[in-house]
């Protein structure tokens, strides 16, 4: 698996926005660089605004991360479902991440280095 999956810490300060707010700014977040797909920023739950987010029922499993739990966001623009996620108790070998969140991305998620 350590060859499949990378952990390293991302450079820089990375933010995450929705609806106007700003729901989480951390110089501590990691990049899991997974291969076959595009890297992803996962951020220190300290370093999140967690009054933005509900946990939700959906629960998925990955083969090489183990099982992850999902968050909604909540915001004056609405409830986006399931547009965080995070592994409570991730396998040993990416044990780095545990006590972290990661975001879906798109019209109304940002993800980004400032």
């Known amino acids: ?7 390293r810490k991302a450079p820089g300060t990375w933010t995450v926005r929705s609806g106007g707010a700003v729901l989480a700014e951390s110089a501590n977040a990691l990049e899991l660089d997974e291969q076959g797909y595009a890297p992803v920023i996962y951020f220190p739950r300290g370093d999140i605004a967690m009054a933005f987010l509900d946990k939700t029922a959906k629960t998925s ?15 004056s623009s609405g409830t986006l479902d399931n547009a965080a996620w995070s592994y409570e108790a991730p396998f040993d070998t990416v044990a780095e991440i545990k006590g972290h969140l990661a975001f879906y991305t798109g019209d109304q998620v940002t993800v980004e280095r400032i």
Request: net charge neutral.
């Open 1 to 7: 698996m350590a060859e499949r999956i990378t952990i």
């Open 61 to 75: 499993h990955c083969p090489h991360k183990g099982d992850a739990s999902y968050y909604s966001i909540v915001n």
